[in-house]
């Protein structure tokens, strides 16, 4: 059978076809996934660098590249083009195997030469270099896959933003080598991530030299075993990367035998719930024949979430009975299952409407006479009673309150504990919960048995969980090897759960991994978003500072786009004309996604939208129809989409004032408000791949102030 592989640019690239086009593109190499031998007519090409690439064809315009290999029977999809500039493109390019990966290469030979001859220019007219050999020997850069026709190009480089234009010209392992090592990556790291990953991949050596090389490029090709599988991969193909590892992703999803919790960590579009998604499926697959149902348990924060879990671990798992050893639950959901059962199946009365919880609080420390603000005693019972179980007037007495701000004496910690008393006399009265106590109860119901429902936790989007929370997933499986895996980024964290998992008995020194790399939006939306942070430094969840050093993207793109208006209907208006060209340029509208801060906007823009001819879906109405999606920058989180619009983004809104305590109330859960926010802007902007656009009408958010400088 011949092996057919479909390198990354050409299934990012795919997406952006026309309907017709692609349906060409399936029915020209089925044939190649279904055949021990093509038959099919490659053309050769004159005056090429690399003779055995060809071109084939897929209609009377466009043509696909393939990399054929000399011996054997494997070939490897490198572009879809326009008939001309595919033969423009295939003669320049040449194809190499990376002698530390031993992995497959692309290079533009043309273009390295015009760049090594730009450089040779630049260095006579200036010393700085970015790679001098005193500090980056070539034995070193050699023993990381930089090879000898590279070298003396990368001594020529000055700085890093000439390293960046050379993104597209390098041979892809050998940029991200030298881009690791510009921010600040130690030779010893990248060997580990970059290249030891690549070098453990197996991969039989046949003779089929081709072959081997594809099989040792993961996170760069993609193998088809046959038509189905490439049906499936055409017709959704960022579906297929979300599925699909880079070596340093691999590395910690397939790693055999944690000894205990392990993490994951990076920025957004790093790869982690990806990550996520493998690890549950290696633990399940590890697991004996006889294994229960439902004995490894993939979870998170939302239900939205969740049920985005559920439909991409339906994308990478095939095995039925693998399939069934993993459950997909909200951490909440799951809370309240255990309860219900304890409690004989009755249904808990919960109250999730946090301004009927605030309004509870006014009316206790009213009655009461003391003089603490609505929001500080729900904080305070949030975020220093619960999260550390306190039970008892003695134990909150001594409790440490670090991160809350405002000192309270011991005669004040009595008032709020009166208040905290009343509040869960009312609830035990009217037979209500939170959903806090509920994994509260639920904990101490798992710690009371001997047996734990589950042989392994995945836990994604970590950094949102309260200590209640983990106290919770803790119980649900015994201490041991592969116990508990998270995946997290602190950057997005939006509900101010600040978290010790060593303090809650989640020890990961040893056992954490951070991935750099974003594969999902490009470097100038990436940057752009980043730029938003500065100065943000948020902790690990361990004891330590989370950092976005080394982040980014290997994709280029169009810087985002800003735009302010006078009036609500002026900055509708032009955000529906941006959706009617992203879908002109041929953009699915479920590929299109408009984030909010309060979910009337949202309603306002699905109207003009529908009034202006164009579908529009908002998620959490109850239903999942087509069309633009549209949601709360909360709704938002774990989704994608190749153009974003992020509205709204107003003074006063962003951040929602509502959501920030006062200043005088408490300084310094007023700043993690404020974070918060700030986060909640960060994650809905790096919901994009391609492109991004950020609009407000009146004045702009002072988040904003980095990026935007508005005319008087």
Request: proline share 5%.
């Amino acid at each position: 059978m011949a092996t057919l592989g479909m390198h990354r640019d050409f299934l990012l690239e795919f997406a952006a076809l026309e309907k017709p086009v692609q349906k060409r593109v399936f029915e020209a190499f089925e044939k190649f996934a279904a055949a021990t031998h093509t038959g099919l007519h490659l053309e050769k090409l004159t005056h090429q660098k690399d003779p055995r690439l060809r071109t084939i064809r897929i209609t009377g315009f466009w043509r696909g590249v393939v990399l054929k290999g000399e011996s054997g029977d494997s070939y490897l999809l490198l572009k879809v083009l326009p008939h001309d500039k595919a033969n423009d493109w295939a003669a320049k390019h040449r194809a190499s195997v990376n002698e530390a990966t031993q992995g497959i290469e692309i290079r533009n030979d043309v273009a390295l030469e015009r760049a090594t001859a730009g450089l040779r220019a630049l260095a006579a007219e200036g010393p700085t270099r970015l790679f001098p050999a005193s500090d980056y020997p070539d034995k070193v850069l050699r023993s990381l896959g930089v090879d000898e026709e590279i070298l003396p190009i990368i001594r020529l480089i000055p700085d890093e933003d000439h390293l960046e234009a050379l993104h597209k010209v390098l041979p892809e392992h050998q940029y991200d080598v030298l881009l690791g090592l510009a921010t600040g990556m130690k030779p010893e790291a990248i060997d580990r991530e970059l290249v030891q990953a690549y070098a453990r991949t197996a991969a039989a050596d046949d003779g089929d030299e081709l072959g081997t090389a594809m099989a040792r490029s993961r996170g760069r090709v993609a193998l088809v075993s046959g038509p189905v599988e490439l049906q499936g991969i055409l017709e959704r193909p960022f579906d297929a990367w979300r599925v699909f590892l880079h070596p340093s992703q691999y590395r910690v999803a397939y790693h055999e035998g944690y000894t205990g919790p392990a993490r994951v960590t990076g920025g957004p579009g790093t790869g982690k719930t990806v990550v996520a998604l493998h690890r549950a499926y290696h633990l399940a697959r590890q697991l004996p024949e006889n294994a229960p149902d439902g004995c490894v348990l993939l979870t998170t924060f939302t239900r939205d979430l969740a049920a985005e879990l559920e439909r991409c671990l339906t994308l990478l798992v095939e095995e039925e009975e693998v399939r069934a050893r993993i459950r997909v639950v909200n951490v909440d959901a799951l809370a309240n299952e255990i309860v219900r059962a304890e409690r004989g199946g009755t249904p808990l009365k919960l109250v999730v409407d946090q301004k009927e919880i605030t309004a509870r609080w006014t009316r206790i420390a009213r009655r009461l006479g003391i003089d603490f603000t609505d929001v500080f005693l729900d904080q305070e019972w949030r975020q220093i009673v619960l999260a550390q179980d306190l039970t008892e007037p003695e134990e909150y007495l001594k409790a440490p309150r670090t991160g809350r701000g405002t000192a309270l004496p011991p005669l004040k910690r009595l008032q709020v504990w009166r208040a905290v008393s009343a509040f869960e006399e009312q609830l035990r009265e009217a037979g209500e919960w939170t959903f806090l106590q509920v994994c509260a109860e639920a904990a101490r119901v798992l710690n009371g048995r001997e047996q734990r429902p589950y042989h392994h936790v995945v836990i994604d989007e970590a950094q949102d969980l309260h200590p209640t929370q983990w106290r919770f997933l803790r119980a649900l499986v015994a201490p041991g090897q592969d116990d508990l895996f998270l995946a997290g980024d602190t950057f997005q964290r939006i509900y101010g759960n600040r978290v010790s998992l060593r303090s809650l008995g989640i020890q990961v020194v040893g056992r954490s991994h951070r991935l750099r790399i974003n594969y999902r939006t490009t470097q100038e939306i990436l940057a752009w978003s980043a730029s938003l942070l500065t100065g943000e430094e948020p902790d690990d969840m361990d004891g330590g500072s989370e950092t976005l050093a080394g982040y980014r993207s290997t994709m280029h793109g169009e810087r985002p786009e800003t735009a302010g208006y006078a009036m609500k209907p002026d900055e509708i208006e032009a955000l529906v004309a941006r959706v009617r060209d992203w879908t002109g340029a041929g953009v699915r509208a479920e590929d299109i996604g408009v984030a909010v801060r309060f979910v009337q906007l949202g309603r306002d823009i699905a109207q003009a939208l529908e009034q202006a001819g164009l579908a529009a879906c908002v998620l959490g109405a109850g239903h999942g129809g087509p069309g633009v999606r549209i949601g709360t920058m909360h709704r938002m989180k774990g989704l994608e989409f190749r153009c974003v619009a992020v509205a709204g983004v107003n003074d006063g809104t962003v951040p929602m004032r509502s959501a920030v305590t006062a200043v005088e109330v408490d300084a310094q859960q007023h700043q993690e408000d404020l974070n918060g926010e700030l986060n909640l802007l960060f994650v809905a902007c790096t919901r994009a791949r391609e492109a991004l656009r950020v609009s407000w009408h009146g004045a702009p958010s002072p988040f904003l102030a980095p990026v935007v400088h508005p005319r008087p």
